[in-house]
């Protein structure tokens, strides 16, 4: 299935709630190019954990994100992740990343700098004559405010801890089901309380519960809407 034309497609959410999955499908379905926002900041959490700097420290977080190189390369709807040219791929989904990439997504500068390069992706794989999928906490409402749909997804609490839970078992990953549901509750409460860009639903975004949906049923409401905007 291909698009008319180049589109963006802009994906926010709480953890848990499927953007991931959603982004994956709907990036080879479409033959579109997949942008992992989140993996930016866990790139550069892993960076300020290898450096050893006060990760509470904003001066000192924004001094090593202009310090380091990251990049995203997409492959079949799969990203791989580097930092200075190393392969983070695997490390990024580590618990550790997760809350670094927490900490320093609340700093101001730190988003501003990451908006600006997630805006310059989106405009070289549009240039390039592909559509974009991009996936994160602020992408509908900041990153790419003008993306041709809008989608918030959403779920139940516990319904999200288990998600995550199988995900972190399925990497081979040691943990308790009653942490990854703690630390759901204090991400979403970063999420939603930071000053700079939090997590909100668009005015024109299509919120879609997936508590109860498979993934091919997500993925089949997003289609639809879609084809009612004649985008495909």
């Known amino acids: 299935m291909y698009t008319q034309k180049p589109i963006k497609i ?12 959603l982004a994956i499908a709907l990036t080879k379905r479409l033959n579109a190019f997949y942008v ?21 420290n904003e ?27 190393e392969d983070v791929t695997h490390e990024i989904f580590q618990p550790h ?25 989106a405009k070289e794989a549009i240039a390039s004559g592909k559509s974009v999928v991009m996936e994160g906490r602020d992408i509908t409402t900041n990153v790419i405010p003008n993306a041709d749909i809008k989608i918030y997804l959403t779920a139940d609490i516990k319904a999200r801890a288990e998600r995550r839970f199988k995900q972190f078992v399925d990497k081979g990953i040691k943990v308790n ?37 498979s993934i091919d049923q997500t993925v089949d409401k997003v289609i639809k809407r879609l084809k009612e905007k004649n985008l495909i």
Request: aromatic share 4%.
């Open 10 to 21: 802009a994906i926010d959410g709480p953890v848990g709630s499927g953007k991931g999955t």
């Open 36 to 56: 992992y926002t989140g993996a930016m900041y866990r790139e550069l959490g892993i960076a300020c954990l290898r450096g050893k700097i006060d990760i509470k």
């Open 59 to 85: 001066d000192e977080v924004v001094r090593i994100l202009n310090s380091i190189n990251i990049e995203l390369k997409e492959a079949d709807g799969n990203i791989k992740a580097f930092l200075n040219d």
């Open 97 to 121: 990343a997760g809350k670094a990439a927490s900490d320093v997504a609340v700093f101001p500068r730190v988003r501003k700098e990451m908006v600006l390069r997630q805006v310059k992706i």
């Open 177 to 213: 089901f009653d942490d990854v549901l703690k630390d759901l509750e204090k991400r979403d409460k970063k999420d939603t309380e930071r000053i700079a860009s939090p997590l909100r639903v668009a005015e024109d975004a299509v919120v879609i519960d997936t508590t109860n949906d």
